[in-house]
């Protein structure tokens, strides 16, 4: 959703007129970072331990709810802060603008 959703909405010409630098940047960015990326080093660290030591048993239990807490913590944090905050500063910049 990062990547893709709010990539698009600040990458159009009008809208970079209106928004470069606003938290709707930072947005996009966090998302990207920690949707993506942060989500593929976790899945290679964890195929990398579990070639590495094969006796070693990972609780599927704790993986499971470790994966949807940092997915809805990473929802929360775009849904609940940067995306009202930068929506105001974006209907600030318009009105001012």
Known sequence: MGAGLF???????L???YMQGLSLTSL?????????YGKLGIGLLLFCLRGAKPVAVLSE???????W??????????ILTL???GT??????????
């Open 7 to 13: 990539g698009f909405l600040i990458n159009s010409t």
């Open 15 to 17: 809208s970079l007129y």
């Open 28 to 36: 996009h960015a966090h998302t990207t970072l920690l949707g993506v």
């Open 61 to 67: 239990t704790l993986l499971r709810s470790t994966f």
């Open 69 to 78: 807490g940092l997915n809805t913590g990473i929802a929360l944090m775009a």
């Open 83 to 85: 995306l009202p905050l």
């Open 88 to 97: 105001i500063q974006l209907f600030a910049s318009i009105e001012h603008g």
